[in-house]
């Protein structure tokens, strides 16, 4: 399964990942601004669903590669049997600077065994969710075990729920034991109380309380430096591919993505792109955690 081209004018890929009922899709919802990403227990029938900057609009990929349009209403209807990857277009700033991938819990039987392998040459950045509750359990670590140590440099661990731990004093301690067993494995680990803040997403205080805003000025610096480093990377291929007896400039140059490269600046509630704000996340029933 291919997500995107490795193209020199591609955005960066986030991929939200993790077991099952980890806040996955409640992180979504916060960071696109609106509730596009179902949250319900049986969202672990849905296959991965991307979303990308542009119209509003929503298609399937189905197993042999075709695609369709798909009522963004009923998500449902696609499932891992048939398809692929379901695709949602929205005007959300945070897409601006990068696409998202909402991956199904990763001991969901329904999700085929091929999907992690295919996805991860693809990701450029991981937020892997863990519950404060059970946070890192043996079976996620045997997972990120499989993942290349560029892409755990680049990746952050988002222990979430810590709203379900009652005590500040339980709460360092909790991150502490989680900091101690990922040592090395994820470039940051960061605290998020989810609910609350797509609650109050309105309130500066209240997301810098509950963690998001410092999650997501660090996935800003995450973002900012992989497209820095791939344009350099891109400067340093061009260079070495010109011939050296050109003394004209091309006349076709090759029109970057619009949004790549963008650098992404974080308000308190939400994430801004060049002053323009997303709207207050819409609290709808349906989906999965």
Known sequence: ????????????LVALMGEFSAGKSTLANLLLGEAL????????????????????????????????????GDLRSATP??????????????????????????????MPADTWDS???????????TPATQAWRQSEA???????????????????RMDKILTERDRLRVLRRVQQSVDGLFLDVLPAMLLPALKAADDPQVLEETGVSALIDRLAEVIDADAAARQQTVRLVE??????????????????ESGAGQEMRVMPRRVVMDGARTQ??????????
């Open 142 to 160: 045997a997972l990120w075990e499989r993942v290349a140590q560029p892409l755990r440099d680049r990746s952050l661990l988002v222990v979430t």
């Open 239 to 256: 260079a070495a591919a010109q011939p050296l007896t050109r003394t004209e400039p091309s006349l076709v140059q090759d029109a970057p």
């Open 1 to 12: 399964m291919t997500l995107t081209n490795k193209s020199r004018s591609r955005k960066p």
């Open 119 to 129: 996805l991860l040459p693809e990701v450029d950045c991981v937020l892997w969710c």
């Open 81 to 110: 049997g048939t398809t692929k990857m379901i695709t949602i277009q929205a005007e959300a700033d945070f897409l601006r600077a990068c696409d998202l991938v909402d991956m199904p819990g990763t001991s969901d039987p329904n």
């Open 37 to 72: 990403s179902p949250i319900q227990a049986t969202a672990t029938q849905v296959p991965p669903i991307l979303y990308r900057h542009g119209e509003a609009a929503a298609f399937r990929t189905r197993l042999d590669g075709t695609q369709e349009p798909l009522d963004p």
């Open 280 to 289: 207050r996340p819409r609290h709808e029933a349906g989906g999965r955690a």
